[in-house]
């Protein structure tokens, strides 16, 4: 879990590996936390 909290890791690896595990469609609530991490905050 370790790796998920790594915020050295540039944003859109993040979004590579939480895209990679398509486990359940994104609510609308992390959609606007991501932007809200992208574009600072």
Known sequence: ??????????IYHVLKRL???K???PPKNLSKELNRLEFGS
Not at 1 to 10: G, H
């Open 1 to 10: 879990m370790d790796q998920y909290l790594d915020f050295e890791q540039p």
């Open 23 to 25: 486990a359940v469609p």
């Open 19 to 21: 895209k990679s595990l």
